[in-house]
């Protein structure tokens, strides 16, 4: 019989590992500290408490000590949540847990290391014992599978590495879908310490991606040799297609959101054209997932943008770029908010829009993401013909922020903005001068316990005293997300009304004054 074989590397150090030491790591969990903070109910004790924890996760996290950061902010969370913070709670958040492959054909072997992230004030008593279970979602409940092995008398001296070995038998229940594999450790007293991850079986799915990369260098060689140029600038397309499986085991995607299958068959549909020396781009309408090969690392880079069905390579269009929330990613825009409500909008006003993945989930738009957005502008320009004088920058929440940092550092770009939920620093309003000549159409709830409304309103007030073109919608009740969806006409009828101009002067989109 063949055996599906589980190696848990617990490999328990002091160091801090490589995810850990991402401060986005932190920024994320920060995001719902606040929103926590801002509608759980507490004492006044409490809430001092939790500000105090707070105080100290912002002072750990400027010293870059990014693992006491996370302390602070789950032990806060715990209160907030009315949950003892104990020995083994503490421990519980120390441990993070990441394997080195995500997708598995049945009898494949995978790899997991647990590390700690930060030393726990207080050390777990006693040794642990408890269970390793493969877990899915069936009929909307967990449900074990397979019950893979016992574990007993495990120490907690976390200072030492530990390996557990098991395995998962071939059997019909274990068909191809998402999985979680679940470890469950029962300290002495307290509550049990149990770390998930999720992998998904799929028998095949492997060896089409190493046939796929394959048969990309055979077509990128052929391509060379005969100075397609051009079809040779759509083969990042395919690589990122061929590479999904590595991004995943990699953690730079969701395997639970991620329908590998359905890009392995776009990729290769894509190739199949590449191949026979057809121009992919020439006749795409509609949705299309993207990528390109950045400059700045040699990385790949995806986006994802829509074009309208009366595109027409002879006329010029308006650009919209839309930048994504934290935590999402280049299909936030088109696979949320009323299911791409920007999709239906821009198919009735003859708009193309884009999304960049901006790097990262809590990039926050700076640095190589801000390139990254800048990158995709070009690729869009280079692929299509984009109407200079209307390219038009909006996003939500880390996308708000987005909106305003990239726009003052790329000033000659964008013909107008369009920021919700979103945000700016002292540095981003020091820069307001150098993009006077831009209107801006602002969104924000008033019961946003995410990103609280002051945040909007002081971007507005700063614009206005320096006689910015400012439309300022304040939703009332309105909250982090819901605001969204009903602000889209408003913001292509914004977009609509207004082309760029020379700073100094804003005119109406069609104006000859």
């Avoid at 105080?55 to 949950?83: F, T």
Wanted: charged letters at 25%.
């Amino acid at each position: 019989m063949k055996r599906f074989v589980v190696l848990i590397a617990l490999s328990l150090v002091f160091c801090l590992n490589a995810l850990a030491q991402d401060a986005g790591q932190v920024l994320r969990l920060s995001v719902g500290y606040r929103t926590l903070k801002n509608t759980a109910q507490m004492s006044e004790e409490k809430r001092k408490e939790v500000e105090q924890l707070e105080a100290k996760a912002v002072a750990a996290n400027s010293d870059r000590r990014y693992g006491d950061a996370i302390r602070h902010m789950s032990h806060g969370i715990a209160l907030m949540r009315g949950q003892a913070w104990t020995p083994e709670s503490e421990l519980s958040a120390a441990l993070q847990v990441k394997a080195d492959r995500l997708i598995l054909d049945p009898g494949a072997g995978i790899r997991l290391t647990l590390t700690q992230i930060y030393t726990p004030d207080a050390q777990v008593e006693g040794r642990l014992n408890g269970s390793m279970n493969l877990v899915q979602m069936r009929s909307g409940r967990q449900e074990v599978v397979s019950q893979i092995r016992n574990i007993s008398d495990l120490s907690t001296d976390f200072s030492k590495s530990q390996l557990i070995e098991a395995s998962i038998p071939e059997m019909p229940a274990l068909v191809d879908g998402n999985y979680q594999l679940v470890l469950s450790l029962k300290p002495a007293s307290g509550d049990p310490i149990v770390k998930t991850i999720g992998i998904r079986i799929a028998s095949g799915l492997n060896a089409r991606s190493t046939g796929l990369k394959t048969r990309v260098e055979a077509v990128r060689s052929d391509l060379g040799k005969k100075q397609k140029t051009g079809l040779l600038a759509s083969m990042p397309a395919v690589e990122y297609g061929a590479s999904m499986i590595d991004l995943i085991n990699d953690g730079q995607l969701p395997v639970e959101r991620t329908d590998v299958k359905t890009e392995l068959d776009n990729a290769n549909a894509l190739l199949d054209k590449l191949a026979k020396g057809e121009d992919p781009l020439s006749t795409i309408r509609g949705d299309m997932h993207w990528a390109y090969r950045s400059a700045a690392d040699q990385t790949l880079q995806p986006y994802r943008y829509f074009i309208p069905s009366n595109y027409d390579s002879m006329k010029k269009f308006p650009l919209i770029v839309a930048l994504h929330g934290m935590g999402g990613d280049e299909n936030s825009f088109f696979a949320a908010y009323n299911n791409g409500e920007i999709k239906r909008l821009a198919e009735s006003r003859g708009y193309i829009v884009v999304c960049p993945k901006g790097r990262a989930p809590a990039s926050m738009y700076l640095g190589t993401a801000e390139r990254d957005v800048i990158d995709v502008i070009r690729e869009m320009k280079r692929n299509y013909s984009i109407d200079e004088d209307r390219v038009y920058l909006m996003g939500h929440s880390m996308g708000g922020y987005g909106t305003w940092s990239v726009a003052v550092n790329n000033p000659d770009i964008f013909a107008a903005l369009a920021p919700i939920s979103g945000g700016g620093n002292p540095l981003v309003i020091a820069k307001l001068k150098g993009i006077a000549n831009i209107p801006w159409i602002v969104t924000h709830g008033d019961k946003d316990p995410t990103v609280p409304v002051d945040e909007s309103r002081k971007m507005v007030k700063a614009a206005q005293a320096i006689g910015i073109k400012v439309k300022y919608n304040e939703v009332p009740g309105g909250d982090h997300s819901s605001v969204v969806v009903p602000a889209l006409k408003d913001i292509f009828d914004w977009f609509d009304a207004h082309k760029r101009e020379p700073k100094g002067a804003v005119r109406a989109a069609g104006s000859n004054q």
